[in-house]
């Protein structure tokens, strides 16, 4: 166990790695560098003398080459300093502890739904294969799969304006805008969260469920179920017993793709229901070509999903010890 | 009869031990750890151990499927003289790989699914410049009607053919390049006993018509007793016995040999079986054991056999790597007469 | 299960040589076994028609159009007409679609239609109209249907009064081809990067690994809009669409990589490539000859798969007004009208039309993509 954790986290660092060269990829990639986009965004308003550019120039390290701004760059995100939204005039750092907590608060919720939706009606679906629930679940699987979760949500919101006359969108209704923390506020606060975890889960939870049921058909298969059969299990218990612990582990083990795509889903999800995570704040600092921010916000992301994985994978180990390779 | 075709010396196989970017270097698993034999021409050299000793990877070391780790693999070429097809290079290599050939224990791994017969079949001539165009179709055909297939079946997939249909593919492939030595690596155990005589009873027709030496590779000598001259009895990546095959019936000279031939099925179910003597495991070949490396199996083992690697030495005119080879008195079984010449 | 047996059978003794049951199956390819292991999955088989109907529909947009995608009309945010046999006085028609009468709403100022019974709007086929370039090439001026007088909005129309049917029609060659493109670029590096790290293995092999793996753990979403936002907005249209096509490959190639890696490196054990190497095949020939075919199945599962991932991508991106932008016309930039909450409610056509024709074909994508995966293998039950 400690040598594989050892040589998990080796590979982690590793991983890690790749991903804030990719993220300064991104800084790097728009024409021109950040402080020319900089400009042009306040060029509009106050001007800007040329001294302050070359200034803002040299204070970032434009003038040196790629592997030394690199360096800069990563040396001080380290140290927990992300840079400046030039945009918002405000530190990427304070802007992230305003806005990942929601994500945060959104997400994992998101893939706990998943798997505790999808593995039970994955597990009914093999057992009854080819019964009517099984078939409706499979319909209702490849639809789910098919509607991304935007518009799944466009459709709430039209569905909740035109029949329901409620509101949908943003993390309070309006009455609760602005009123102090209550019972109220909070239960309104989790009715909208809800929704957007039932969204988001939508089209993890269709994914799992196939993943699940393809499983635990194979392991259905194998000659000891039929043994243990013949010695007159009950069905649930000797399901249960064994071939489902089996079929389980694989399935959790996806986690290290689900949580990428649950953290996607929370963010496209978000900006169409209007919720302040990151995810409203990335289109933004995309748009404006914030660069900083933008980056910043895609390798904290990845380095939690890189962090979500693992634990996962150590909870798995633990349990279940077949897994080590 | 009796010059080599081949002699191998000291061939070494390791795996891994080589050492990651992190920790330290695993210990190599020495899957062939020093064989010397002779293959004398027109021969059939029967090679036999447990599964997991080494012996398919002894017979890649001399196709060069593998790359050995150490030692020699001479070839004498009629026309060029003895050369190490250990020591040249992949280019160096291509003018004797006509000569050498090898035939696959899986008769499903071993074609591609993708390819027809006359793919499979044809490509060795392609590769090597041996046929071109309408040429490779008949030479195909005639290798089709020799290993008893139809000329037909050259457009069909592997997959329309039974286990021992396709190791007649596989035999055919094998003598598309008109090899001299073909390594046979266990061609019958993947199939139906009633089918197995029959693929056996092929290898040596072409062996007769063809001037062909055989390096057979068994895991257990029910099978080699039927067609093999000689035979090589190897454990855990070295030979321990070597001799005429009636001998080592006869009577075995190292306790390996006996308790192979102990698990041998008797074919007259009148006569009681022998005790079945080998228990436990086939030694790790990363982590062998001291002294003589069957000791842990062996129940003759005495106090030296712990401590003190036999060499492989001449008793009675046979090879065998045993302490004990003069003193014990092991049991053969009673063999059938006149199974081959 | 299945009509095509390709186990082992029980061996007789006595024609052993002889070949197996003369069927069909002996003598197909494996590529014919696959084709009718796949027939029988009768919803892939259909959604496969389908989809090639769709590419049709996409590769010649100007003939199934009535209209041209940027053709104005003076109605504006009307709803979609439903075709009728049915005429006023309850007689049996030709198909028509009735013409609308326009008022407006006081309160709100929005434009509402009423059916107005005194124009009726007979659809005729293969009818002249606004000339278009066929598969790009050929000019040509028929259209499936259209009508000879009046209008004909089947999918209603847009802010600027344009037929959203039209250019739906038209959406569906960007979005269709942007799947299609991207997967053919992502399938190229993923083979090329999976193969080699299959291949060569050792560090090579862990490099590419730790790589593919950080990639995998970047959520999509967010790095999509992080590489979109570096296409400048200033760019010709054409130029934007193929930085997105790069943009959605640069990510996609990776489940490619995986998958090619893994087949070659088991493929790379079997005794087939040995036999090969040992009748002294080259690299060269044992990758295009050995590994390759015995790979494409997989791979054209896998990119079957990934084209759906694609196509929600393009949307979502051009949703978001990241990725292609007006006057582009593709399901996603369609889809960004539905930004406006006035949209999404009362003018719903504007959205459901796009959203349906993306769900529509994810749909069948995935579907041909499950029966492809079983069918993959031909060899296995
Ligand atoms: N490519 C390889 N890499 C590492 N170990 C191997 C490889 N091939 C064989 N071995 C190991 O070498 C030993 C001998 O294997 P093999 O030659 O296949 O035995 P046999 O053919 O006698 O059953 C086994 O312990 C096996 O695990
Ligand atoms: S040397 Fe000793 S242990 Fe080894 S085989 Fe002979 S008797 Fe047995
Ligand atoms: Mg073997």
């Known amino acids: 166990m400690g040598s594989y954790i050892v040589r998990r986290v080796l590979q982690m660092i590793l991983v890690v790695f790749i991903i804030s060269m990719v993220a300064f990829f991104v800084i790097q990639l728009p024409p021109g560098d950040f402080v020319t986009s900089y400009v042009s965004s306040i060029a509009a308003g106050d001007r800007i003398t040329q001294d302050a550019i070359l200034a803002l120039r040299q204070q970032f390290g434009l003038d040196e080459p790629l592997l030394m701004q690199y360096f800069r760059w990563i040396t001080n995100v380290l140290q927990g300093n992300f840079g400046l939204s030039f945009q918002l005039q405000r530190t990427v750092g304070d802007l992230l502890a305003e806005r990942l907590p929601l994500t945060l608060a959104i997400t994992i919720p998101t893939t706990i739904f998943v798997y505790a939706v999808a593995i039970p009606i994955g597990i009914y679906s093999a057992v009854k294969q080819y019964s009517v629930g099984d078939y409706l679940f499979t319909f209702v699987g490849f639809i789910g799969l098919a509607i991304p979760n935007f518009l799944l949500g466009i459709v709430l919101i039209y569905l909740s304006t035109r029949y329901f006359g409620g509101n949908v969108g943003g993390l309070f209704s309006p009455e609760f805008e602005n009123a102090p923390w209550s019972v109220a506020r909070v239960l309104d606060m989790s009715r909208n969260m809800a929704l957007a975890i039932i969204i988001i889960g939508t089209s993890g939870t269709a994914a799992t469920m196939r993943v699940m049921r393809g499983m635990l058909l194979d392991e259905l298969s194998q000659a000891y179920v039929e043994t243990a059969r013949a010695k007159g299990l009950s069905e649930w218990r000797l399901i249960m017993k064994y071939p489902v612990r089996v079929a389980v582990s694989p399935v959790l083990s996806t986690v290290g793709f689900t949580l990428p795509a649950m953290i996607s889903g929370t963010e496209i999800t978000a900006t169409v229901l209007n919720l302040p995570t990151t995810g409203p704040l990335l289109l933004n600092a995309v748009k404006s070509q914030d660069m900083f921010l933008a980056a910043s916000i895609i390798l904290i992301l990845s380095v939690l999903t890189v962090i979500g994985t693992f634990i996962s994978d150590l909870l798995l180990v633990w349990a279940d010890p077949r897994i080590r390779l | 009869m009796s010059d080599a075709i081949l002699k191998v010396r000291d061939l070494k196989k390791h795996f891994g031990g080589k050492k990651p970017l992190f920790g330290k270097a695993p210990r190599a698993v020495r899957a062939v750890d020093g064989i010397d034999f002779d293959l004398r021409r027109g021969e059939t050299l029967g090679l036999v151990g447990e599964s997991g000793c080494g012996k398919t990877t002894l017979g890649r070391c001399i196709v060069r499927a593998h790359d050995p780790t150490g030692g020699e693999v001479i070839y004498d070429d009629p026309d060029r003289g003895p050369v190490d097809l250990a020591a040249l290079s992949r280019k160096e290599l291509q003018p004797y790989r006509l000569e050498v050939q090898m035939i696959f224990q899986d008769p499903i791994g071993s074609l591609n699914p993708r390819m027809t017969l006359l793919e499979i079949i044809g490509e060795p001539m392609i590769v090597n410049g041996l046929a071109t165009g309408a040429e490779v179709k008949k030479r195909v055909g005639d290798l089709l009607v020799r290993v008893g297939l139809r000329r037909e079946h050259m457009n069909r997939y592997p997959h329309a053919f039974s286990g021992g249909q396709r190791q007649r593919i596989g035999i055919a492939r094998a003598l598309a390049l008109n090899p001299k030595v073909i390594v046979c690596d266990e061609p019958v155990s993947a199939l139906d006993v009633s089918v197995q005589a029959q693929i056996l009873n092929l290898l040596q027709d072409l062996q007769r018509d063809g001037d062909l030496t055989f390096l057979f590779i068994a895991h257990d000598l029910g099978v080699v007793e039927y067609v093999c001259n000689r035979v090589a009895v190897m454990y855990v990546g070295r030979i321990v016995e070597l001799a005429e095959t009636d001998d080592l019936f006869a009577r075995p000279l190292h306790p390996y040999s006996e308790a192979l031939l102990s698990a041998v099925p008797v074919p007259d179910p009148e006569v009681e079986g022998h005790p079945h003597l080998l228990q436990g495991d086939v030694a790790n070949a990363v982590n062998l054991p001291p002294g003589c490396h069957f000791h842990p199996r062996c129940v003759y083992c005495v106090a030296r056999c712990r401590t003190e690697d036999p060499e492989l030495r001449e008793v009675n005119g046979r090879k065998v790597r045993c302490h004990r080879a003069e003193e014990l008195d092991l049991e053969g079984v009673a063999q059938e007469e006149a199974v081959h010449g | ?381």
């Open chain 3, 1 to 381: 299960m299945s009509e095509v047996r390709t186990d082992m059978p029980a061996e007789e003794l006595l024609d052993e040589a002889e070949p197996r049951a003369e069927s069909r199956a002996a003598i197909a390819s494996p590529l014919r076994l696959m084709w009718w292991k796949f027939k029988r999955h009768r919803v892939a088989l259909w959604s496969g028609y389908f989809l090639l109907f769709a590419y049709l529909v996409m590769a010649t947009a100007g003939f199934w159009a009535p209209s041209t995608p940027n053709e104005r009309s003076r109605q504006l945010y009307a709803p979609p007409q439903w075709v009728k046999i049915i005429g006023p006085e309850g007689e049996l028609r030709r198909p028509f679609v009735y013409g609308y009468e326009m008022t407006r709403d006081l309160n709100t100022l929005r434009p509402v239609y009423t059916r107005d019974e005194s124009q009726i709007y007979p659809i005729e086929l293969f009818v002249r109209g606004a000339e278009y370039k066929l598969l790009g090439l050929i000019p040509w001026d028929v259209h499936l249907f259209g009508v000879s007088e009046g209008y004909i909005y089947l999918a209603g129309t847009d802010s600027f009064g344009r037929d959203m049917f039209t250019r739906l029609v038209y959406g569906a060659r960007i979005t269709l081809s942007v799947g299609l493109v991207s997967v053919m670029l992502s399938l190229v590096l993923g083979l090329i990067i999976g193969g080699v790290s299959g291949l060569y293995g050792g560090w090579v092999d862990s490099v590419t690994q730790r790589v593919i793996e950080a990639i995998i753990a970047i959520p999509t979403i967010p790095l999509w809009l992080g590489l979109a936002a570096a296409v400048p907005r200033d760019w010709p249209a054409v130029y934007q669409y193929f930085a997105i096509l790069v943009v959605l490959s640069l990510i996609s190639w990776t489940s490619t990589a995986r998958v090619a890696r893994g087949r070659f490196l088991a493929l790379r054990e079997q005794d087939f490539v040995t036999a090969a190497r040992v009748y002294g095949a080259g690299t060269g020939r044992i990758i295009r000859k050995h590994l390759v075919p015995n790979i494409m199945s997989y791979v054209i599962v896998t990119i079957t798969l990934a084209i759906p991932t694609i196509i929600i991508g393009e949307t979502a991106l051009s949703f978001l007004g990241v990725g292609l932008r007006a006057p582009t016309v593709s399901w996603g930039v369609l889809l960004q009208e539905a930004q406006k909450i006035q949209v999404i409610q009362f003018y719903p056509w504007l959205w459901i039309g796009p959203a349906l024709c993306v769900i529509v074909i994810v749909l069948a994508f995935n579907f041909v993509g499950d029966g492809a995966r079983d069918a993959a293998d031909p060899f296995s039950k």
